[in-house]
């Protein structure tokens, strides 16, 4: 069968975001070709996408370029690091200028900003395209977040419409910025990510333990909350995991897994690169901890034997409910506020020119930290683009205040009982520490003056001070 120029997208990685993504795409109208190195991901591909039509499949990679109408569009779902370097290799000497390469995968930004200029230099263009969805959303309907070449992203925005989830109909994809801006996008929806599920499995925790909530008590719980402002993704595939029977043995399957909470990096990046920019995001630091904490499984439970507990004092499941709600509505806002916050910055730092609206909108649906209350952030940017901070969106007020006295609350009931909250604490202190005028770093001021003649300003008159103390 003669196949040059035939098709319109080109995958390369069939794995099952790979796979699904592609099936994807064949079955919104546009004809796809996919490759993988191993014969046996191409024939799997060849077998679903039977039904669908208009998609193939290969393992020879000259097959594969010469069959993609130009300029090609070749998107990349292989793991991040090297195997996009060795891919992009492997690709160059096959292409032809103006080709177009999409990272769909969760790079680093700073590695997207180095391939970016080198394949510009090749004159290839380059899109680091941030997806979220999981496996179901990439067949489904992801959230794309894509950037790089703006000047090509109208090749492939026809596309991105169609696959992507649709919230109230609008596509939840959108050009972000220039070079990295795309990466950078999706690496902070990761470290809200973690923030989020932290802060979940703290309550499962303290409902648990104090409340006394079993798995099906739990799983109810869940989905009340998924009925109201705190529904989310990551709330509903919780309820639903708590009533998952376990397949081996008796029980829930819960109960059976292993407390060591793995991660692949995009996270402590999000972390890491807040440090470099000077944003504080607390819960996303505590989150990356807490997974550090929880690799900790032998000498955690050496440790469990030799410290004794406060003797716990139940708490009333009903009460407990409803302290947890608005506690956990408020940390989720502190979450996004962190995020966001930390995306203004390095929108400034890095010229992006982000549009937090828009981000805010693009994560209505499709992605794993989709959640109602975006909807009500994506209003709060578009009514004030130029909002330093959503704390300071008027549109927040009222209903953070009414939920702060909640979270004070369940972190009552967690410290005095040696229950770990840290990212509920951390969301709070953040809270109690953005909304405080005056902090207390008058002193760390004076102690470095003290120390080290760091000098320090005054609050009553201009100029650079220093004693001798
Ligand atoms: C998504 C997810 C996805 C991946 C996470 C998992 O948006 O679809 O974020 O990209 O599942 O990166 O991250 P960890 O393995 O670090 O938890």
């Not at 802060?199 to 333990?209: G, H, K, P, R, S």
């Not at 739990?218 to 009925?227: A, T, Y």
Request: charged fraction near 20%.
């Amino acid at each position: 069968m003669h196949t040059e120029n035939t098709y319109e997208f080109g995958l390369v990685g069939l794995g099952v975001m790979g796979r699904n993504f592609i099936l994807n795409v064949a079955e919104n109208g546009f004809s796809a070709q996919g490759y993988d190195l191993m014969p046996e991901k191409a024939e799997a591909l060849r077998e679903e996408g039977v039904s669908i039509g208009k998609i193939a499949a290969t393992s020879d990679l000259n097959e594969f370029v010469s069959s993609l109408s130009r300029p090609r569009k070749i998107m990349l779902l292989v793991p991040a690091g090297k195997i996009v370097d060795q891919v992009i290799e492997d690709l160059l000497p096959k292409l032809e200028e103006g080709d177009l390469l999409i990272d769909g995968g969760n790079s680093h930004f700073q590695d997207t900003d180095r391939r970016e200029a080198y394949l510009k230099s090749k004159g290839i263009f380059f899109i680091g395209a941030g997806v979220s969805g999981g496996a179901e959303g990439a067949r489904k309907g992801p959230s794309i977040m894509p950037g790089g070449a703006a000047e090509v992203y109208p090749h492939i925005q026809p596309i991105f419409e169609a696959v992507a989830a649709k919230y109230q109909g609008a596509p939840c994809v959108a050009y972000l910025g220039p070079g990295s801006a795309g990466n950078y996008v999706k690496m902070v929806h990761n470290g809200i990510e973690y923030g989020l599920m932290q802060l979940t499995v703290e309550c499962y925790q303290l409902l648990a333990a104090l409340g006394g909530l079993t798995n099906t008590a739990l799983s109810e719980v869940f989905g009340r909350w998924n009925q109201g402002r705190l529904e989310s993704f990551l709330i509903e595939i919780s309820s639903v995991i708590f009533s998952q029977k376990d397949a081996l043995e008796t029980g829930d399957l819960i109960d059976k897994i292993l407390d060591k909470a793995k991660q692949k990096g995009t996270g402590k990046w999000t972390s890491q690169n807040g440090m470099d920019l000077g944003i504080p995001v607390p819960t996303i630091d505590t989150a990356v901890s807490m997974r550090a904490m929880s690799a900790l499984k032998t000498d955690r439970e050496t440790a469990d034997k030799m410290y004794e507990k406060p003797r716990r004092t139940l708490v009333e499941a009903a009460e407990l409910e409803s302290a947890c709600e608005p506690a956990m509505y408020f940390a989720f806002v502190m979450t996004y506020a962190q995020g966001l916050h930390q995306l203004a910055e390095a929108s400034r730092e890095y010229g992006y020119g982000l549009n937090l609206a828009t981000i805010s909108e693009i994560w209505r649906a499709g992605c794993i930290i989709r959640a109602r209350v975006l909807d009500d952030i994506a209003t709060a940017y578009r009514e004030q683009p130029e909002l330093p901070h959503l704390l300071l969106s008027g549109a927040f007020v009222h209903t953070i205040s009414a939920c702060v006295p909640a979270a004070r609350i369940v972190l009552q009931h967690a410290i005095g009982n040696g229950i770990p909250m840290p990212a509920l604490a951390a969301s709070l202190s953040y809270f109690d520490a953005f909304t405080t005028g005056r902090l207390p770093m008058n002193l760390i001021q004076a102690q470095r003056d003290y120390f080290g003649s760091h000098t320090y300003q005054r609050t009553d008159r201009d100029g650079i001070f220093h004693t001798e103390w």
